[in-house]
């Protein structure tokens, strides 16, 4: 399985953008990298997910440089509704193999 | 309507007790999921399903066990309950074997003393 490592926390300030990276230097061929969101007491909830180069939604963004061995996510104008632990999932989607490991995590914290 | 929900969302216990936990997804997902996530909030995969049949089952005691009646449900079944096994518990669906765009639950959290 591929491993991930995120920073564990990162501060931030309202209207900044926010970068986070992840580590996963043995990422296969058929991996997918995903990032989900978790405030206090909720379940995770899915961000965004790609394979390569960039890929956008209303949401963030996620860079993925050709290597795979990282990617990052770019969280626009962060507000303080952003404060949340954000995980970097590394797995295979939708195949009959694999399973997917969540990394540890980054805490952000967004001021005002 | 929730797309996947636990009950109970709390569970308090004494050591010893079994207790079970349960799951329902309406998303028509095929495939679903347990994790436990700790005090230090790390997310550790402990089982999954496809189309009721179990395809992932982590290292975990056998104390715990899975059943899915349909691919719709999928229950947590926990015997002899110990300290340990206090944490939160999601449940999870995805319409992959992958966890990838996986719906979570409110989570369960479980307290035993």
């Known amino acids: 399985l591929a491993k991930t490592t995120q920073p564990i926390s990162m501060d931030s300030y309202e209207g900044q953008e926010v970068n986070i990276t992840c580590s996963h230097n043995?990422?296969?061929?058929?991996?997918?990298i995903t990032w989900y969101q978790q405030f206090p007491s909720q379940g995770p909830r899915f961000i965004i997910q790609?394979?390569?180069t960039k890929v956008t939604n209303e949401v963030a963004s996620l860079f993925i440089p050709a290597d795979r061995k990282s990617s990052t996510l770019s969280l626009p104008r962060v507000s303080l509704s952003d404060t949340a632990v954000y995980y970097c999932?590394?797995?295979?989607?939708?195949?009959?193999?694999?399973?997917?490991?969540f990394g540890d995590g980054t805490t952000l914290t967004v001021k005002p | 309507d929730t797309a996947v929900s636990q009950t109970p969302k709390y569970l308090v216990t004494q050591m010893g007790n079994d207790k079970s936990i349960k799951c329902e997804q309406n998303l028509g997902h095929d495939t679903m999921y347990w994790y436990k996530q700790d005090s230090k909030k790390f997310l550790k995969i402990m089982f999954s399903?496809?189309?009721?049949?179990?395809?992932i089952n982590e290292t975990v005691p056998n104390r715990f066990s899975p059943k899915s009646p349909d691919k719709a449900h999928l229950n947590l079944h926990i015997n002899s309950l110990e300290l340990g096994d206090s944490a939160v518990y999601f449940c999870?669906?995805?319409?992959?074997?992958?966890?990838?765009?996986?719906?979570f639950g409110q989570g369960t959290r479980l307290t035993v003393v």
């Open positions: 399903y496809n189309n009721k049949e179990l395809i």
């Open positions: 043995n990422i296969a061929t058929n991996d997918y």
């Open positions: 790609g394979y390569k």
């Open positions: 999870a669906s995805s319409p992959g074997r992958g966890a990838a765009e996986a719906f």
């Open positions: 999932l590394v797995g295979v989607y939708n195949t009959n193999a694999g399973k997917s490991t």
